[in-house]
């Protein structure tokens, strides 16, 4: 390590060190994604032939996808994904943003004590809210609906949070003169508030999903039939089934269930990280 | 309800033109929070005087009778080993994730800052863990981690070791599930230092050389670190919340067996496959204050952060 004893210009060194350091942690980063994907596309009898760099003798990809779709329905459980994910959404803009208008720029009595209701139920996590939720949900016969996997994240004291950020911002001048001009308070606040702050919005809404298209814990409690499983629960429902015995199908659904969340990040690179980072409470 | 809203202020604007604006907008603010409050209702307040109350109580689902029984909920959970392995079990999961988390990050975050070129591929593999579903990620960790047919193993034969049964090995097992939860959270780090890192004002590293810091150490000990620390504060404590929370990967690699309950995973059994109710109802409050004790301290960083 030593800048005399090396035959390399020390200034090489400093070039190439972090180099050196960074793709080791990429390879570390990246091998559960690449034995994902190998193991997708080998046959079964080759899965038991352990090499770290192996090549395939056999293209079984086609074998593989199959088995796993055919084990378990992959596309309802992804469909179940999206009808979870956009519901939830909907609802949670729908109701976050009038509220946060309201805070940011509709002054009323009791308004403070909202905000510090906002900011307390911050610090509550889900997994507090499930046992009461759950009893009610049990005492309503709402258990296993798409209704009982949305109904806790119908609200977002986080959107409120953020977006009452986003809109103090907003110029009260261009709301006073909309308001001489005739225009009501809602008609200002989604066509004239939000619009300014879409970027915001862009970075909740990728937030969200990615929050609740991952979320196990919750569809693990309100869901016992598969055919309502979001991803994670039915991926869960999969190893089950499979109980190790076609590790290639496993992968390859796996690998199915992991696509859409990664082929959205790559494709919009900028956003995703801007949306799960900057809105940093998780 | 925004028919109601549209249609009330106009009737008392023809009443009383004067007083009415003010009294109009705050009107128009409690129907635009009321959506909101009935949920605020319905899905915090409700639910934390229930979980309290039931705290209190031996409630089972579908149970007949009900009693109260005072804190005795509190004091069996604390006389309970598996309940005090779970605990432990997540104390020594954080205590591991915190540093490694957090370090590995630090770390990755000033190489990846220099460089220009390759910077976004970086991101990118970085921050890939991140966005893929963890259910499906930890269930390939498994496969790895398999002691005869997974590549860990392999290698570590082909250096001379012996066979390790890292998920089912009492000893590993914390250890591993930490690893993937490091393997995890590191590119979230990442990204919130390298944010840190470029409000750091490019003058100071300027200083710094000229006062004699110019060695990449020197530079980080006299400039990143001291500006960093607010960072790296907010950092851990996120870390350790999100790392206090671990379940997935125990719900799949591992069921809580081996001794490897952790807190959330046993609250899980007790309240949803036991039905034990009112004892579920004591650990979520015992699971609760810790994550107030951890988040209150965040929420007022990210207070400042966002006014600021």
Same mark, same amino acid.
């Given at each position: 390590m030593s800048d005399k004893t090396g035959f390399l210009a020390p200034s090489t060194y400093s070039r190439l060190l972090p180099h050196a350091v960074l793709m080791t942690g990429a390879l570390f980063m990246l091998l559960p994604f690449y034995w994902m994907l190998l193991t997708s596309i080998r046959a079964p009898a080759e899965?038991?032939?352990?090499?770290?760099?192996p090549i395939p003798q056999s293209f079984h990809a086609l074998e593989n996808y199959a088995a796993a779709t055919q084990t378990v329905p992959l596309f309802r459980f992804m469909l179940n994904g999206v009808i979870v994910c956009l519901g939830i959404l909907v609802v949670q803009l729908l109701v976050a943003i009038p509220a946060a208008y309201a805070l940011a720029k509709l002054p009323f009595p009791g308004a403070k004590l909202f905000f510090s209701l906002v900011i307390g139920a911050l610090?509550?996590?889900m997994q507090v809210l499930a046992l009461p939720l759950f009893i009610g949900l049990a005492w309503a016969d709402l258990l296993n609906t798409y209704f009982a996997l949305m109904a806790p994240f119908l609200l977002s004291v986080f959107a409120i949070f953020l977006f009452r950020q986003t809109f103090?911002?907003?110029?009260d001048e261009i709301i006073q003169a909309a308001r001489l001009d005739g225009m009501s308070e809602m008609a200002i606040c989604w066509r004239l508030v939000v619009p300014s702050a879409l970027p915001a919005i862009a970075a909740f809404a990728v937030f969200s999903i990615v929050a609740h298209w991952n979320d196990l814990y919750w569809p693990m409690i309100v869901i016992s039939d598969m055919r309502l499983a979001p991803p994670p629960l039915g991926m869960l429902f999969f190893a089950d089934a499979e109980s190790g015995t076609n590790y290639g199908a496993l992968m390859a659904g796996a690998a199915v269930l992991t696509s859409p969340l990664v082929i959205c990040f790559l494709l919009a690179r900028r956003q995703f990280i801007e949306g799960i980072t900057m809105t940093g409470v998780k | 309800m925004s028919a109601a809203a549209d249609t009330l202020p106009t009737e008392i604007r023809q009443a009383e033109p004067l007083l009415s604006r003010t009294r109009r907008r705050q009107l128009k603010g409690f129907a635009f929070v009321s959506p909101a409050t009935l949920l605020l209702l319905l899905i915090y307040i409700v639910p934390l005087i229930t979980l309290v109350a039931l705290s209190l109580t031996d409630y089972?689902?579908?149970?007949m009778a009900t009693q109260f029984i005072g804190l005795d909920n509190f004091t069996n959970a604390f006389s309970d080993p598996v309940f005090r392995r779970a605990f432990t079990n997540t104390l020594l999961y954080v205590a591991i994730v915190i540093p490694f988390g957090v370090g590995i990050a630090l770390l990755v975050a000033t190489l990846i800052h220099s460089r220009i070129r390759t910077r976004s591929f970086y991101e990118v593999v970085y921050f890939l863990p991140v966005t893929s579903t963890l259910v499906a990620m930890a269930t390939v960790w498994q496969f790895i981690l398999h002691? &005869?047919? /997974?590549p860990v193993n392999a290698a570590l034969k082909s250096l001379g070791f012996g066979e390790f049964a890292f998920l089912s090995d009492p000893v590993l097992i914390i250890p591993t599930l930490a690893v993937i939860g490091v393997w995890q959270i590191v590119g979230f780090n990442t990204i919130l230092f390298l944010a840190g890192l470029s409000a750091i004002p490019r003058d100071l590293y300027d200083a710094a050389h000229v006062d004699g810091a110019t060695r990449p150490l020197d530079r980080f000990l006299t400039v990143t670190w001291p500006m960093l620390g607010p960072t790296v504060m907010f950092v851990a404590v996120t870390t350790s919340i999100t790392a206090f929370k671990v379940f997935e990967t125990v719900a799949v690699?591992?069921?809580? &067996?081996? /001794?490897?309950?952790v807190l959330l995973y046993s609250l899980y059994l007790e309240g949803?496959?036991?039905?034990q109710m009112g004892y579920a109802a004591a650990l979520t409050l015992i699971f609760l204050a810790f994550v107030l004790f951890l988040s209150i301290g965040q929420a007022l960083h990210l207070d400042r952060r966002v006014h600021y």
């Amino acid at each position: 390590m030593s800048d005399k004893t090396g035959f390399l210009a020390p200034s090489t060194y400093s070039r190439l060190l972090p180099h050196a350091v960074l793709m080791t942690g990429a390879l570390f980063m990246l091998l559960p994604f690449y034995w994902m994907l190998l193991t997708s596309i080998r046959a079964p009898a080759e899965i038991f032939n352990v090499s770290l760099w192996p090549i395939p003798q056999s293209f079984h990809a086609l074998e593989n996808y199959a088995a796993a779709t055919q084990t378990v329905p992959l596309f309802r459980f992804m469909l179940n994904g999206v009808i979870v994910c956009l519901g939830i959404l909907v609802v949670q803009l729908l109701v976050a943003i009038p509220a946060a208008y309201a805070l940011a720029k509709l002054p009323f009595p009791g308004a403070k004590l909202f905000f510090s209701l906002v900011i307390g139920a911050l610090c509550v996590p889900m997994q507090v809210l499930a046992l009461p939720l759950f009893i009610g949900l049990a005492w309503a016969d709402l258990l296993n609906t798409y209704f009982a996997l949305m109904a806790p994240f119908l609200l977002s004291v986080f959107a409120i949070f953020l977006f009452r950020q986003t809109f103090k911002s907003y110029p009260d001048e261009i709301i006073q003169a909309a308001r001489l001009d005739g225009m009501s308070e809602m008609a200002i606040c989604w066509r004239l508030v939000v619009p300014s702050a879409l970027p915001a919005i862009a970075a909740f809404a990728v937030f969200s999903i990615v929050a609740h298209w991952n979320d196990l814990y919750w569809p693990m409690i309100v869901i016992s039939d598969m055919r309502l499983a979001p991803p994670p629960l039915g991926m869960l429902f999969f190893a089950d089934a499979e109980s190790g015995t076609n590790y290639g199908a496993l992968m390859a659904g796996a690998a199915v269930l992991t696509s859409p969340l990664v082929i959205c990040f790559l494709l919009a690179r900028r956003q995703f990280i801007e949306g799960i980072t900057m809105t940093g409470v998780k | 309800m925004s028919a109601a809203a549209d249609t009330l202020p106009t009737e008392i604007r023809q009443a009383e033109p004067l007083l009415s604006r003010t009294r109009r907008r705050q009107l128009k603010g409690f129907a635009f929070v009321s959506p909101a409050t009935l949920l605020l209702l319905l899905i915090y307040i409700v639910p934390l005087i229930t979980l309290v109350a039931l705290s209190l109580t031996d409630y089972r689902l579908g149970a007949m009778a009900t009693q109260f029984i005072g804190l005795d909920n509190f004091t069996n959970a604390f006389s309970d080993p598996v309940f005090r392995r779970a605990f432990t079990n997540t104390l020594l999961y954080v205590a591991i994730v915190i540093p490694f988390g957090v370090g590995i990050a630090l770390l990755v975050a000033t190489l990846i800052h220099s460089r220009i070129r390759t910077r976004s591929f970086y991101e990118v593999v970085y921050f890939l863990p991140v966005t893929s579903t963890l259910v499906a990620m930890a269930t390939v960790w498994q496969f790895i981690l398999h002691p &005869r047919l /997974g590549p860990v193993n392999a290698a570590l034969k082909s250096l001379g070791f012996g066979e390790f049964a890292f998920l089912s090995d009492p000893v590993l097992i914390i250890p591993t599930l930490a690893v993937i939860g490091v393997w995890q959270i590191v590119g979230f780090n990442t990204i919130l230092f390298l944010a840190g890192l470029s409000a750091i004002p490019r003058d100071l590293y300027d200083a710094a050389h000229v006062d004699g810091a110019t060695r990449p150490l020197d530079r980080f000990l006299t400039v990143t670190w001291p500006m960093l620390g607010p960072t790296v504060m907010f950092v851990a404590v996120t870390t350790s919340i999100t790392a206090f929370k671990v379940f997935e990967t125990v719900a799949v690699l591992t069921r809580g &067996r081996y /001794g490897s309950e952790v807190l959330l995973y046993s609250l899980y059994l007790e309240g949803f496959e036991y039905f034990q109710m009112g004892y579920a109802a004591a650990l979520t409050l015992i699971f609760l204050a810790f994550v107030l004790f951890l988040s209150i301290g965040q929420a007022l960083h990210l207070d400042r952060r966002v006014h600021y």
